[in-house]
């Protein structure tokens, strides 16, 4: 069975920079997609970024020029590097792929407070 694991959320202060970090457990290549949301507090999930095969890539308006979605085909590994945080970017980040159905990643917190 495919895992997705989540690593890198943190605390970090707003302008600064997190990368946060999904392996997925067997080949990257079975999912058609990769895409990254995120839960803020009392909200709900949202899409963040996402990646197909192709390498083309898609971004939420609120996270455009900020954000950047990458994938390490050898590392089986998807990225979001997330510069220049905002308070309101405060939520649980999930790794999502999908190749015919979805599979979830557990999650990962990002506080961005002063």
């Known amino acids: 069975q495919v895992q997705l694991v989540e690593s890198g959320g943190d605390l970090v202060q707003p302008g600064g920079s997190l990368r946060l970090s999904c392996v997925v457990s067997?080949?990257?290549?079975?999912?058609?997609?990769m895409a990254w949301y995120r839960q803020p507090p009392g909200k709900q999930r949202e899409l963040v970024a996402r990646?197909?095969?192709?390498?083309?890539?898609y971004y939420a308006d609120s996270v455009k020029g900020r954000f950047t979605i990458s994938r390490d085909n050898a590392k089986n590994t998807v990225y979001l590097q997330m510069n220049s945080l905002k308070p309101e970017d405060t939520g649980v980040y999930y790794c999502?792929?999908?190749?015919?159905?979805?599979?979830w990643g557990q999650g990962t917190q990002v506080t961005v407070s002063s």
């Open positions: 999502k792929g999908w190749n015919g159905e979805d599979h």
């Open positions: 067997g080949s990257i290549f079975s999912f058609a997609s």
């Open positions: 990646i197909i095969s192709s390498d083309t890539t």
